[in-house]
């Protein structure tokens, strides 16, 4: 497998101004040099890493990371599945229940303002995260799975007719194949799938001979939940642009880890869920290109989603309120913003760095395991380390790593033809997250190693 570190490369890494707080332990060494107030020039080792970012400190933030499980540390490596939340996270709802709680959009009162400014500071933060270019291009819904089924209604619903084919590759969740398998049940069209290679990579030759006439839409995954796979977004989006067809990025695993630019990778649809991202479970959001929403009817209707009503006809709210139909997760939507701030002070780059690094460290760790296979080495990866143990059941080696503390996902993780393309029933996944140490990394091999014991 690539490694993103190599000892000798250097980086440098723009801090916001913010950061310090979390970027505390700067005792450079003589390599190491200070550029201007926020620009830390950083050598792109482990050991840089270390010292340009405070991994300890940045525990101290998330209470649940300092429990013991069976009496031992908590060592927490499901963050696909969902990530923990930070202190910061935690009381921006609970200020907002204590302080502030009023509907949105409706009141003149002053807590009402006050809800409806932080929730549509909240659609500008996202705004700026995913660097869309306007915030009404930013709709809040549940979360990826509800935004994937929203563009599969609204869009798909518009653009996707008999005859016609939807393509979407093999490592996909199942929340980007059934809202797409449904709509072309509904239509009379085909689901078609690009394959993937045995590393998990996809096959962009077979992808390019997919894109043909009848293909309206694609959809892939930004970053495979169960091979951890990177997928090369921008190169696909431009592929299928050059055929005119649009394309829906599923980011649930992408926004966590990686800066995201949709005006840079041009999609047209991009989702992910807050849950993943330090924020709150039921809520998340659609972007999409400001034309494109226009053009789409609403996916829900009722209160918000319109300016005028009569028992005749109903004329719907502009954007993104078409699309916000009820009384929204208000504050799901301000632990959002508490998230995408949290994460923003640290810096998405720095993230992206030290998740990689530990990644790296992880696999060779794993690697050395007897009778283990990794499940997904492609060359570009993020936080996900997918394996089988030889005569050892994912399911038995969760178990055994549960008694030691380790909390890891065991099972087809929401993708079974994953699972089928490598010809297994399960894998066991440990997934990382910026708090996690390599410490932790030694807990989980020492106690895969008692699995392998158990099972010899
Ligand atoms: C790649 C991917 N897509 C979509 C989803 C669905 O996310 P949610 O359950 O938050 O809607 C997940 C969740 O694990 C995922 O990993």
Redesign the pocket.
Known sequence: MKSAMSASRISTLHLPPYSNSLISNLELPDDHSLRGSHDVLVRDDWEGLRLAFDVRSIRENFPILQRKVYGKPLVYLDN??TTQKPQQVIDAITRYYTEQNANVHRGVHHLSEKATHEYECVRCKVRQYINAAEDREVIFVR????GINLIAHCFGGQVVGSGDEVLISAME?H??IVPWQLLCQQRGASLKVIPIDDDGEILLDEYEKLLTTRTKLVSV?HV??ALGTVNPIGKMVEMAHRHGIPVVI?G??GAPHMQIDVQAVDCEFYVF?A??IYGPTGI?IVYGKEALLESMPPYQSGGDMISAVTFEKTIFNRLPYKFEAGTPNIAGTVGLGAAIDYVSNIGVEQIAAYEQSLLNYATDAVAAIDRLRIIGTASEKASVLSFVLEGAHPHDIGTILDQEGVAIRAGHH?AQPVMQRFGIPATARASFAFYNTREEVDTMVRAINKVGEVFA
């Open positions: 696909a599945a979360g990826a799975t509800e969740h929340s980007n995954t495979s939940n599923d649930a695993q869920s849950h993943k998340g929401c």
